[in-house]
T-cell receptor, first 112, second 116 residues
Framework: GDSVTQMEGPVTLSEEAFLTINCTYTATGYPSLFWYVQYPGEGLQLLLKATKADDKGSNKGFEATYRKETTSFHLEKGSVQVSDSAVYFCALSVGGNEKLTFGTGTRLTIIP | GAGVSQTPSNKVTEKGKYVELRCDPISGHTALYWYRQSLGQGPEFLIYFQGTGAADDSGLPNDRFFAVRPEGSVSTLKIQRTERGDSAVYLC??????????????FGPGTRLTVT
């Protein structure tokens, strides 16, 4: 079946550090890939997405590139801020299916 | 505008009892989804509605779980004969239209269910 494997957390970084959160996937078809974020006390919200190979999704300084050859969609940001502290979820959907399959989430804490 | 709302925010019930969890989607959104998030895990798909009908209920774990959306707006997730393993955060999401997996789902804050 379809699955998403995420970097184990929690991750703690200092402000302005470089961030990478790894995500790899297994899919029976050709997936669309997503990063969702959950800020403290808020619901899940879409951060960025990519729908085909080599696409780069970007938002709020975060980027992720759809790598079909390595079945990966790693999340990166060049300089993190305290306000980026949240739980990040990698997710996929396949073949027009409305269902999202999520990874286990990575808790990120940024220290001033 | 108002986002997805869920009530109650917390529900504590005894093993064997029946519970109902409510979801109010964003006004005008035709697609509605239920997910379940256990501690330390990502959300797990339960069911998807397009309008009033359940288009995909493949994630419902067993026949104790049932969901309805009679008027194509508010949805209720119903759990019969609750078990301690049902304890989780139940998330509802909606989207403006079926997206073929390409679009954005807007999530509510969730209902935390605890079965004692």
């Amino acid at each position: 079946g379809d699955s998403v494997t995420q970097m184990e957390g929690p991750v703690t970084l200092s402000e302005e550090a470089f961030l990478t959160i790894n995500c790899t996937y297994t899919a029976t078809g050709y997936p669309s890939l997503f990063w969702y974020v959950q800020y403290p006390g808020e619901g899940l919200q879409l951060l960025l997405k990519a729908t085909k190979a080599d696409d780069k999704g970007s938002n709020k300084g975060f980027e992720a590139t759809y790598r079909k050859e390595t079945t990966s969609f790693h999340l990166e940001k060049g300089s993190v801020q305290v306000s980026d502290s949240a739980v990040y979820f990698c997710a996929l959907s396949v073949g027009g299916n409305e269902k999202l399959t999520f990874g286990t989430g990575t808790r990120l804490t940024i220290i001033p | 505008g108002a986002g997805v709302s869920q009530t109650p925010s917390n529900k504590v019930t005894e093993k064997g009892k029946y519970v109902e969890l409510r979801c109010d989607p964003i006004s005008g959104h035709t697609a509605l989804y239920w997910y379940r998030q256990s501690l330390g895990q990502g959300p797990e798909f339960l069911i998807y509605f397009q309008g009033t009908g359940a288009a995909d209920d493949s994630g419902l774990p067993n026949d104790r779980f049932f969901a309805v959306r009679p008027e194509g707006s508010v949805s209720t997730l119903k759990i019969q004969r609750t078990e301690r393993g049902d304890s989780a955060v139940y998330l509802c999401a909606s989207s403006a239209r079926p997206s073929g997996g390409l679009g954005e789902q807007y999530f509510g804050p969730g209902t935390r269910l605890t079965v004692t």
